[in-house]
């Protein structure tokens, strides 16, 4: 497995950072996008730049409260993460929250996230009555 991350600040800037690095595309490529900027537009420059030069790679993106790049901590940035696998098939996709919490396991999942956040809830034994 390779790995490298960089913070976006302009298509030059990442393109130079694309070439430094040897980074081609890929069908074991991971490209995360991990936004603290809530400016759509950027965020839409730098998805678009990336399918450009990366058709073929997974990308996924979540926004964030801050973004870590060579051990520092950033905010309201665009973070980049490359991951190139050795091994396994990636396949990136999107689930929705409501689809996804309709079986007893995922919601089990939920309610543990829930948990960790200090929400659980008062009446788990609703979750028994949920069919698989």
């Known amino acids: 497995?390779?790995?490298?991350?960089t913070l976006y600040r302009s298509r030059n800037e990442l393109e130079k950072?694309?070439?430094?690095?040897?980074?081609?595309?890929?069908?074991?490529?991971?490209?995360q996008v991990y936004s603290g900027m809530?400016?759509?537009?950027?965020?839409?420059e730098v998805l678009n730049i990336l399918k450009e030069f990366f058709p073929d790679?997974?990308?996924v993106g979540a926004?964030?409260?801050?973004?870590?790049?060579?051990?520092r901590i950033y905010e309201q940035n665009i973070a980049v993460s490359f991951t190139y696998f050795d091994t396994g098939?990636?396949?990136?996709?999107r689930v929705d929250y409501e689809d996804f919490s309709k079986t007893k396991t995922n919601k089990l999942i939920l309610e543990q996230i829930s948990y960790s956040r200090g929400k659980m809830s008062t009446d788990l034994n609703a979750l028994s009555s949920i069919p698989n």
């Open 1 to 5: 497995m390779k790995s490298c991350n």
């Open 17 to 31: 950072f694309i070439a430094e690095k040897s980074l081609e595309d890929s069908k074991s490529l991971l490209i």
């Open 38 to 44: 809530l400016e759509r537009k950027k965020v839409q």
């Open 57 to 59: 790679s997974s990308l």
């Open 63 to 71: 926004t964030t409260a801050g973004e870590i790049v060579c051990s």
């Open 89 to 93: 098939k990636l396949q990136a996709g």
